[in-house]
């Protein structure tokens, strides 16, 4: 409960503290007792965020600790209400059937969830209704016995593969950069000793480069004096996370102060979510592309030929009278 507590006194976790919280709270769950089972479901189902993987583990639990969280949690992705319906029994189904509002998406699903189920039925009571008399007793509880017990058995294996995906999401190495651009080793290294000397104008030449964006974009983003704007384009390109914060504090210096035994630098940077830097600094990089307009060369136009026109001109008036002063 302690670690449930401390989630919820999280208004906007990061996505971080969603990681740890995941990692965290699935083995404390398994090793609690029912009672504090249910306290914890009871209290997650009113945080508005939680990650998707325990999500999904608390809505596979037994319909007496999941029924609350199923019926008013609003964490809850509708992807993972369908697969929550699809793998359990009916119990769950009422149970989120229950919620106050359910998306297009859901019940569609659960329409089409409905509508198989009445034929598994129609198809198996043939089986358990026998016109004859038997002479011996049939395997019929038996065979069901074991069929549940295969469908339990399909149930928590897909549930493993999934939380696995999740899980495997959830944790995605920061260095896998595919398709994003990034900073290479000497573009890093010019950002930081620029930053170092303090020489705002090479590191915004610099910053313009990587960026791929004119000089304008760069010295945009450097005037956010919060670091805010400069933090989110470092994270988005791929910057290290100590390199980053040293180029905060020294060309923001009030981020350098300390703050719960970090800088508000540090602070700044770790709030960030490199899938929303990356959103933004494409959404600038294209408002550059769209109001910047490079300087155009200094070319010389060329001259067009002269045409002349040869033209039979008459001398003026006063060398008229010259001309006739003299060969009179």
């Given at each position: 409960m302690a670690t449930v507590s401390s989630f919820e006194n999280l208004s906007h976790p990061t996505r971080s503290?969603?990681?740890?919280?995941?990692?965290?709270?699935?083995?404390?769950?398994?090793?609690?007792s029912d009672e504090a089972?249910?306290?914890?479901?009871?209290?997650?189902?009113?945080c508005e965020n939680m990650p998707a993987a325990v999500a999904l583990f608390i809505g596979n639990q037994p319909i007496e600790i999941a029924?609350?969280?199923?019926?008013?949690?609003?964490?809850?992705?509708?992807?993972?209400?369908?697969?929550?319906?699809?793998?359990?029994g009916a119990a769950h189904v009422k149970a989120i059937v229950s919620r106050d509002s359910l998306s297009p998406k859901v019940?569609?699903?659960l329409v089409a969830l409905r509508q198989t189920q009445p034929r598994s039925a129609a198809a198996s009571a043939p089986i358990t209704d026998s016109p004859a008399v038997p002479l011996s007793p049939t395997p019929t509880e038996t065979n069901e016995a074991d069929a549940l017990e295969e469908q339990r058995v399909a149930n928590e294996e897909a549930l493993r593969e999934r939380l696995l995906g999740l899980a495997g999401h959830l944790g995605r190495a920061d260095e896998d950069r595919?398709?994003?651009?990034?900073?290479?080793?000497?573009?890093e290294a010019?950002?930081?000793?620029?930053?170092?000397?303090?020489?705002?104008?090479?590191?915004?030449?610099?910053?313009?480069?990587?960026?791929?964006?004119?000089?304008?974009?760069?010295?945009?983003?450097?005037?956010?004096?919060?670091?805010?704007?400069?933090?989110?384009?470092l994270t988005s390109l791929g910057m290290g996370f100590l390199d980053a914060v040293f180029v905060l504090e020294r060309l923001y210096p009030h981020l350098a102060e300390q703050q719960h035994n970090v800088t508000r630098g540090w602070m700044v940077l770790d709030a960030l979510d490199p899938e929303e830097c990356h959103d933004r600094v494409d959404a600038?990089?294209?408002?550059?592309?769209?109001?910047y307009k490079p300087e155009a060369p200094n070319v010389t136009p060329p001259q067009e030929t002269p045409n002349h026109r040869f033209i039979r001109q008459t001398p003026p008036q006063r060398d008229m009278r010259v001309m006739g002063r003299r060969y009179r």
């Open positions: 503290e969603l990681r740890q919280f995941a990692e965290l709270f699935m083995p404390l769950f398994q090793a609690s089972k249910r306290q914890a479901v009871a209290a997650l189902s009113q029924a609350p969280f199923l019926a008013a949690s609003k964490a809850i992705a509708d992807d993972t209400l369908i697969t929550i319906a699809r793998m359990q019940i569609d699903a595919l398709g994003l651009r990034t900073l290479t080793d000497i573009q010019l950002l930081v000793r620029f930053a170092r000397s303090r020489e705002a104008a090479h590191f915004a030449t610099a910053l313009a480069d990587a960026l791929s964006a004119s000089r304008w974009l760069a010295e945009r983003i450097m005037l956010d004096l919060s670091g805010q704007q400069l933090a989110t384009t600038w990089r294209r408002a550059d592309r769209y109001t």
